[in-house]
């Protein structure tokens, strides 16, 4: 099992920035990849962003491509979303995904992530 924990969620204003965090616990090893996905109020949970495991690869939603920029730090198994230049469209509670072991291409379908978190609450005032 894979225990996940976000942080940082805070009312921002639109223009603003944000970084929220997601530590992961629990049974961790080899490879692994690392995401976050946000669900609006109405709306379908969506892709946001993923990190593989050392950092080397990352990708993005395009909505948030150029603003939004996922780290790791593989040492505390804690993964990081930097927002810059927010919208009013980017409030959303942020979830952090953990999907174990490594495939060629990093996953945007929420199926494959095995371990949620709890998911912390953004929200961007204009």
């Known amino acids: 099992q894979v225990q996940l924990q976000e942080s940082g969620g805070r009312l921002v204003q639109a223009g603003g920035s944000l970084r929220l965090s997601c530590v992961a616990s629990?049974?961790?090893?080899?490879?692994?990849?690392m995401g976050w996905f946000r669900q609006a109020p109405g709306k379908e949970r969506e892709f946001v962003s993923a990190?593989?495991?050392?950092?080397?690869?990352?990708i993005y939603a395009d909505s948030v491509k150029d603003r939004f920029t996922i780290s790791s730090d593989n040492a505390r198994n804690t993964i990081y979303l930097q927002m810059n230049k927010m919208k009013d469209e980017d409030t959303a509670t942020y979830y952090c995904a953990f999907e174990p072991g490594s495939r060629v291409e990093l996953s945007r379908n929420e199926a494959d992530y095995d371990y949620w978190g709890r998911g912390t609450q953004v929200t961007v005032s204009s």
């Open positions: 629990g049974r961790i090893f080899g490879t692994y990849t």
């Open positions: 990190i593989r495991w050392g950092g080397y690869t990352s």
